[in-house]
């Protein structure tokens, strides 16, 4: 079990058939917010991500690129682990699911659930969804289609393959649920998921023949199938940290909390969980269920040929302003839309005119004055404010951030209230700018799990005795893109 001053978070791993997009973007971006959160209350953070490489819809990219799925897979796992300088995010732990250790981590778990009488073979034909990597029931389908998916051609498989005893599980999971009633945030998945367990759960494929994909971590003691690609992806989540080799490290920081967006709802809630107790293994400790990034109504995603491209936006707007707008105005836990128009307002009305010129008015005076400070950092003031004040200990990131910017809007109302620069007496003039220069580093400390550059650079610049002006953080978007 974990331990107090440990803290596990894990995103999803996303497949690595395309290049990120803005909405996978915007879940590391949440989950860096609650790595720094929980390394600021001094604890020891293992952040986890990853890509999935396995499945059928990997493999046939790779076949037609005429390369081996890692290959294939090589320079897109590249482009996901370099969001983290292109983000700046805080990930410890980037495992793809071709590396060697997770594929005997996969195949151990495999046995301790063979080894409980879980796994078991029949021949069966689905209906199978290769955007989802996943069965898809009539009542799923909207015109024969994946709703998620509606450009790609349903599957039909038929095929003997490996099934995992989901349905023993029933009842083990909804008395799990009943005693941990905060397993699922927000409580309306919470309450889906159940529903969903309620109503009767039927046992999962968990193997394909290898001749028609050979794309999967081989099964123990048979030769013919390969693990179905969630099986093993979602063991992820434990190999990540060392299971089964380094049990210490599994069992100082396991169980995790796991983020991912309401596509995964069964997998990580039901599916996962279902797995765990047949392994023998502790439950997750949380999963939190993001709402999904539209682009006109619509999930974005690279299949649906509306991907908003997180890389272009770090480029034009910076990764702190990026950050900003996706933790600010996309809702943690409700579907919300990406507007790249939105995000130029909020840049220049929040960043540019708010933050950063309180930073440059109260520092310019402070050096035009020679005014000495010496003011020194409050974390634990700022834990306070951030625990209790604002909304992040329910992971409402848009709240916290009102928070701060009603302290940042009331510091500007201030400063051009008392115009410091009409008075005459250096004291007078001090009693204005001292207070404001405190309250500004006040903020910078609360700023820090949400834009991590801008903070360091405000405390760095707050805490030198004799504060000068600094370059502008936020430079106001040229007038010829200027949008009303
Ligand atoms: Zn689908």
Redesign the pocket.
Known sequence: MSQANKYYITTTLPYTNSDPHIGFATELIKADVIARWQRMQGKEVIFNTGTDEHGLKIHQQAEEAGLTARKYCDPLAMRFKSLKEVLNLSFTHFIRTSDEHHKKAAQVFWQRCWDNGDIYKKTYSVKY?V??E?E?TDSELVDGH?P??PN?EVELIEEENYFFRFSKYQQPLLDFYSAQPDFVVPAHRFTEIKNFVSSGLQDFSISRLKSKMPNGVAIPGDDEQVMYVWFDALVNYISTLGWPDDLDNFENFWPAVQVCGKDNLRQQTAMWQAMLMSAKLPPSRQVLIFGFLTANGQKISKSLGNGVDPFMFAEKYGAEALRYYLLTEILPFEDSDFSEERLRQKYNADLANGLGNLVARVSTLLEKNNIATALVTDEKAAINILETESGLADYQFHRALQYIWQEIAACNEELTAKAPWKLSELTDIEAVLKPLATRILQIALVLQPFMPVTAEKIINQFTQTQIIKSESLFPRLGAETELQ
């Open positions: 969804c955007g989802c996943m898809k994946c998620l998916h790609r």
